[in-house]
């Protein structure tokens, strides 16, 4: 193998000594066997077997990649990555204002961020996501699951059943409407008992629980290869207090972000989190921004910003790297997460894009 | 911190004793890169020391929602509630108070706050199939004296709030006896309170509700305008201590809260001229949150106006996990609140 001894995932000090004595490639190291190798470096003879184990797998690990499997160093084009991306599915929120602005839905392998204040309905869109991820394909859904990490303790499960209901109830109506035995068949395994069985429920109580819990994600994900959601309801709660020194706090927060992304592309899932808001006091007057500081902001891909209008709820698509800045009207009823009038009201192509409150009153006024 | 009992590499745990890490949350807080700086060992080994570090950490700690919606026991399910004593109130509150959160209870004065929660310190005494957790309750005050001739008026009427109850399973109660008032006029005080008393307390398995009146008496003097980032540090400190405690005994926190005129340029979504003080720093501690008032009804409104003794007060759901932005009616009687329908 051609690989270069500085590149192994050996101690730093062992490899400094293996650069010291002249040797480049792994395939070196390989033919000259532990005993040489602990003569030429001065280690012993345990030390040198190891380090060549470590080599050994490397290298088959690397001629695994090579042979075209999917690994952390594969080449592709950006057409490729764009058919990727397209079939790519998306979790869908059954509020199709909502569904629209996020250019589907809730994308897969990114990290969408929603952020708040405290009772504008958050937690109530992580639950339905939950309940969401889990819509046969035939539906239009991603026959996903879920996991749920809560730190706050707001999942009261009374409320996922009855959006998970709502959702059986939904498609139940589709599949008598539209007849084909395929929507039956998958009805039979969509039932609130299985919703329920496929939503992983984590607590953490302070941040050194949700960083274990994030190092463990991996191996659950491989475990569970069917997750394709992971909901942290909500990554400033543990974060905002405790910290004196609030370098450690950004180190760790960029730390849990990369390891995020990782999760998200590995497993094709998608990522939720929830933020909360502080304000900021500008001239004048105090606005509202979201939690956790300015560095904090890269790490979601999309950003979706909960407010209040008065007493109509909006959600404002704050960041997203292919949709457009905009602004919708949210209701959240008794089934969940619902469009503020039923779409077939709304003129089609330009209601996403208009202001809600730039509707003409009398729209208002059929409410 | 004994690494020995972890399932380490030798190696693993001698560059641990070296480096001199003393906890898993050390280990936590540093990154992959720092951790194999330290103790000079590979990337592999580091992955491998995270990942049993963790693993120690988080035992068997995934439940599945069905398991969750599954669960009746009494002490660890999502079903058990602390019943405020009235149906009325408890159908508004789909049983009653969680028993893992902090619940704020907010409004003017008068309104009926302190009302509400002598009642729940009587009602956390009653057995589990009468909506209470058989344990007793803290009362810490922070501004007014503690109501004592109240709360024995409501203790000697009991039997006419909870007609519920069989009047041999409330005698054998001794209400006085389980509610532990505590004083604490200043943030010190508080601080002392919640980190010694209230745990010791807690512990023990005394008390199962814990009840603040007022939240934000403490703040209204001793903050001006400047010392902002201050108050919003002891705001998040003292609502997460006191989550931690809701958390790790299952007890509910009742915080009662006074209000002030909404000046915020951003919407808080309800439409009230007023809303509740110590702004959203406080608001994001908060698992629901309630709000009374005094409401002066027209005269000719059917079927209340006989009820009622005095005014009526409105019950309101601000917000919650579990529950839609609802109210209800109540009065205060003698023996209690007593919700309207």
Redesign the interface.
């Known amino acids: 193998m051609q690989r270069e001894v500085g590149t192994l995932?050996?101690?730093?000090?062992l490899r400094a000594r293996l650069a010291a004595a002249g040797f480049q490639t792994a395939q070196e190291l390989l033919d000259t066997g532990p005993c040489g190798l602990s003569k030429e470096i001065g280690i012993s003879r345990e030390e040198a077997l190891e380090a060549l184990q470590?080599v050994r797998q490397e290298c088959q690990g690397d001629a695994a990649r090579t042979a075209g499997g999917s690994g952390a160093t594969r080449k592709c084009t950006a057409l490729e990555l764009l058919e990727e991306e397209q079939t790519q599915g998306f979790i869908i929120t059954f509020c199709s204002a909502l569904d629209n602005i996020l250019g589907g839905g809730v994308q897969l392998t990114k990290i969408t961020e929603i952020c708040g204040?405290?009772?504008?309905g958050k937690?109530?869109l992580c639950m339905q996501l939950?309940v969401d991820v889990q819509i046969p394909e035939c539906f239009g859904g991603v026959a996903g699951e879920a996991v749920?990490i809560d730190t706050?303790?707001?999942?009261?499960?009374?409320?996922?059943?009855d959006i998970a209901a709502a959702c059986v109830q939904h498609c139940h109506l589709i599949a008598e409407a539209q007849q084909e035995e395929d929507l039956r068949k998958a009805l039979e395994t969509f039932s609130l008992?299985n919703?329920?069985?496929?939503?992983?429920?984590?607590?953490c109580?302070?941040y050194?629980?949700l960083?274990?819990?994030v190092?463990?994600l991996p191996?659950?994900l491989s475990e569970h290869s069917k997750v394709r959601l992971v909901v942290i309801d909500g990554i400033?709660?543990p974060f905002?207090?405790?910290f004196e020194d609030l370098s450690?706090r950004t180190?760790?927060l960029n730390?849990l972000a990369q390891q995020l992304i990782i999760i998200a592309n590995d497993h094709k899932s998608a990522v939720v989190l929830t933020n909360?808001?502080?304000?900021r006091?500008g001239q004048s007057?105090?606005?509202?921004v979201p939690a956790l500081g300015e560095s904090w902001g890269h790490a979601a891909t999309v950003r979706l910003i909960l407010?209040?209008?008065?007493?109509q709820?909006l959600a404002t698509l704050y960041k997203s790297p292919s949709q457009k800045e905009s602004t919708i009207a949210y209701h959240?009823t008794?089934h969940g997460f619902r469009d503020v009038q039923p779409p077939a009201v709304t003129h089609s192509t330009e209601g996403t894009e208009l202001n809600p409150r730039k509707r003409p009153r009398t729209e208002e006024g059929k409410q | 911190m004994d690494w020995d009992q972890f399932d380490l590499n030798p190696k693993t745990i001698a560059a641990l004793k070296k480096a001199d890490i003393k906890s898993?949350?050390e280990v936590?807080?540093l990154?992959g890169a720092d951790l194999?700086?330290l103790m000079?060992?590979?990337?592999?080994d580091i992955q491998c020391l995270?990942?049993t570090?963790?693993?120690t950490?988080?035992r068997n700690?995934?439940?599945?929602?069905?398991q969750?919606?599954q669960d009746k026991d009494h002490f660890t399910s999502?079903?058990q509630k602390l019943s405020l004593g009235c149906s009325v109130l408890d159908n508004l509150l789909?049983g009653g108070i969680?028993l893992?959160?902090i619940t704020e209870l907010a409004g003017e004065s008068s309104a009926g706050k302190t009302q509400i929660s002598l009642q729940l310190c009587l009602c956390v005494q009653y057995p589990y199939k009468y909506g209470g957790l058989e344990s007793g309750a803290v009362y810490i005050c922070t501004e007014d004296v503690f109501p004592s001739k109240r709360l024995q008026q409501l203790i000697d009427q009991q039997h006419k709030l909870r007609a519920d109850v069989p009047a041999e399973i409330i005698q054998k109660i001794r209400f006085g006896n389980s509610i532990f008032v505590e004083q604490a006029a200043d943030l010190d005080t508080f601080q002392q309170c919640i980190t010694r008393r209230l745990s010791l307390l807690l512990a023990r398995g005394m008390v199962r509700l814990v009840v603040i009146d007022s939240i934000a008496a403490l703040f209204r003097c001793e903050f001006g305008p400047a010392q902002?980032a201050l108050k919003a540090?002891y705001l998040?400190?003292f609502?997460?201590q006191l989550?931690?405690l809701?958390?790790?005994f299952r007890t509910p926190i009742m915080c009662v809260n006074q209000v002030w005129d909404q000046t915020?340029?951003?919407?808080?979504?309800?439409?009230s001229r007023v809303t509740p003080a110590l702004?959203?720093?406080w608001?994001?501690q908060?698992?629901m949150?309630l709000m009374v008032s005094r409401v002066s009804l027209p005269r000719h409104s059917p079927g209340a106006a006989s009820h009622c003794a005095g005014s009526m007060r409105t019950l309101n759901v601000?917000?919650a996990?579990?529950l839609?932005p609802s109210f209800c009616y109540y009065t205060v009687q003698l023996e209690g609140v007593r919700g309207i329908k």
């Open positions: 995932p050996l101690a730093p000090a470590v204040a405290p009772g504008v937690t109530q939950a749920f706050e303790g707001s999942f009261m499960v009374d409320r996922v059943v008992e919703i329920l069985s496929h939503i992983y429920y984590f607590r109580r302070d050194t629980e960083l274990a819990q190092y463990l191996e659950f400033a709660f905002r207090h405790d450690l180190r760790l730390g909360q808001m502080t304000t006091i007057q105090s606005t509202l407010h209040w209008d008065n007493s709820r959240i008794s | 898993v949350k936590l807080n990154s194999q700086r000079k060992l590979s990337s592999a995270l990942k570090v963790s693993h950490l988080r700690s995934m439940l599945t929602a069905l969750l919606y999502q079903h789909k969680p893992v959160g902002a540090r998040q400190t609502g997460a989550h931690s809701s958390t790790r915020a340029s951003y919407s808080t979504g309800t439409g702004g959203i720093t608001a994001n908060l698992l949150r601000i917000f996990p579990h839609p």
